[in-house]
């Protein structure tokens, strides 16, 4: 309804607007036939870029970045290109009149926006496997930034109505997840599966990239970008990558505990928990969480984990109106 209506009223939005729900609604179809199908990775790394081509094609915002201020000296001095501004203007813009503080990327800008959606998707993906998480990070996410979109509309500045066309998709998407929060927290009683988590991922993407705020999405991200960098030598088969990477829940005590993968006694010993184990833990910020705090119900594990989600959205939040004004103009 919020959509639908703010579509009507603005009917220079309809283009966005068909776009986004295009692609949010291809990504949706991927998330039910990986459920059904299983789909390999690969396919998982590729059709989110697909996906994404709608919002490509149809966005209207700028390609340039702000350089930090601390860094503007190694593009300009004295108002001449560095060796390093003249190398780079082979491949992007060095705004010389603004004197280096602003570089126009481009393709390169467009490219990076594209991974956006293939990151968004999959993150949230791999940061999953217990009752409550996926909806629960989600909805965090969505609240923060519900947040910065009405801060910003509040500002009244140019981007005004970039961001309340992102509060009109994110209102509704914070809704729908609340209420399946509510039958998905622990004991769950329905399980979301990747189709919810291909769903929510091209949702954000979806408004960092027509909002015109891909890079302040980001900060709303760092607990699934800690996972990602935590995971990436199993990700890459530098460590030996099970299907599954689940906590493993003890019956015995009713507690979940670090899963873990099979190598010999002299590989991976900085993953055991004894040199000469023949198991390594699983490379997850979830099994990373109970190897620093030990074993614990799975809905005690969510609360630490969602916990950790308010701080760093929080964080990010904190770090967009209160300390970029120390590295930007």
Not at 140 to 166: P, Y
Not at 220 to 243: A, D, E, G
Request: charged content about 10%; glycine content about 6%; hydrophobic content about 50%.
């Amino acid at each position: 309804f919020c959509l639908v209506g703010y579509a009507t009223s603005h009917p220079t939005k309809l283009l966005d607007c068909n776009s986004a729900l295009l692609s949010i609604c291809f990504m949706l179809f991927l998330g039910f036939t990986d459920d059904v199908l299983d789909w390999p990775w690969r396919y998982k790394l590729f059709l989110p870029s697909i996906a994404s081509l709608p919002l490509l094609c149809c966005y209207e915002g700028s390609t340039s970045i702000i350089v930090p201020i601390q860094l503007r000296f190694l593009l300009m001095q004295n108002a001449e290109l560095t060796n390093i501004g003249k190398f780079l203007c082979y491949f992007v813009t060095v705004d010389e009149k603004a004197d280096g503080a602003i570089v126009n990327l481009g393709l390169i800008y467009l490219v990076y926006m594209g991974l956006l959606a293939v990151f968004c998707t999959n993150a949230i993906n791999i940061y999953a496997g217990i009752n409550g998480l996926e909806t629960g990070q989600s909805y965090i996410i969505g609240c923060a930034v519900l947040f910065h979109n009405l801060l910003e509309i509040k500002a009244d500045g140019l981007s005004k109505e970039n961001h309340l066309f992102s509060a009109m998709v994110v209102l509704s998407f914070v809704a729908v997840t609340l209420a399946l929060l509510k039958h998905n927290w622990y004991p769950a009683s329905v399980f979301v599966g990747d189709t919810f988590c291909y769903f929510a991922g091209m949702t954000f993407a979806v408004v960092g990239i027509l909002g015109h705020f891909s890079k302040t999405l980001l900060l709303f991200f760092i607990p699934q970008i800690i996972n990602f960098i935590w995971s990436t030598p199993q990700l890459f088969k530098f460590v030996p990558c099970p299907r599954h990477r689940l906590p493993h829940f003890n019956s015995n005590t009713g507690m979940m505990e670090p899963s873990t993968f099979t190598c010999h006694k002299h590989q991976y010993k900085w993953l055991k928990k004894r040199h000469d184990a023949s198991e390594g833990i699983n490379m997850t910020l979830i099994n990373l969480c109970l190897v620093i705090f030990g074993p614990m119900t799975e809905g005690k594990l969510c609360i630490i984990l969602l916990g950790f989600q308010v701080f760093c959205c929080a964080t990010g939040i904190l770090i967009r109106y209160e300390f970029a004004q120390y590295i930007f103009d």
